[in-house]
């Protein structure tokens, strides 16, 4: 198991940016996918971005495509969402999750270690 710490959410101004960071520690693996997520008040947890950790490769959800990139820094075991062109509707809590497996899912339930989440409020 891995354990995940985010940070860098707040609030924010419609049409600003913010880089949330995931710190990963403790035991990983190569074939590892670590993604991100978010929820809405009275919504379900819905899937935003992942990388895989060995490649780099990511995929992210049409809601975001264009305005948040994920990355991952292997040296510092750190995952970092870029969300730029910030809307109301990307108020949520997001969540760094860890995956372990090769097969690329991106529902929550498929993914094995979470984070605590981190608050983002985007003010209209």
């Known amino acids: 198991q891995v354990q995940l710490v985010e940070s860098g959410g707040g609030l924010v101004q419609a049409g600003g940016s913010l880089r949330l960071s995931c710190a990963v520690s403790?035991?990983?693996?190569?074939?590892?996918?670590m993604g991100w997520f978010r929820q809405a008040p009275g919504k379900e947890r819905e899937f935003v971005a992942a990388?895989?950790?060995?490649?780099?490769?990511?995929g992210d959800a049409e809601s975001v495509k264009g305005r948040c990139t994920i990355s991952r820094d292997n040296a510092n075991n750190t995952v970092y969402l870029q969300m730029n062109s910030l809307k109301a509707e990307d108020t949520a809590v997001y969540y760094c999750?860890?995956?372990?497996?090769?097969?690329?899912?991106?529902?929550?339930?498929?993914?094995?270690?979470w984070g605590q989440g981190t608050q983002v409020t985007v003010s209209s």
């Open positions: 990388v895989r950790w060995s490649t780099g490769n990511t």
């Open positions: 403790g035991r990983t693996f190569s074939s590892v996918i």
């Open positions: 999750a860890a995956r372990y497996g090769f097969n690329w899912y991106t529902r929550p339930q498929d993914f094995d270690s």
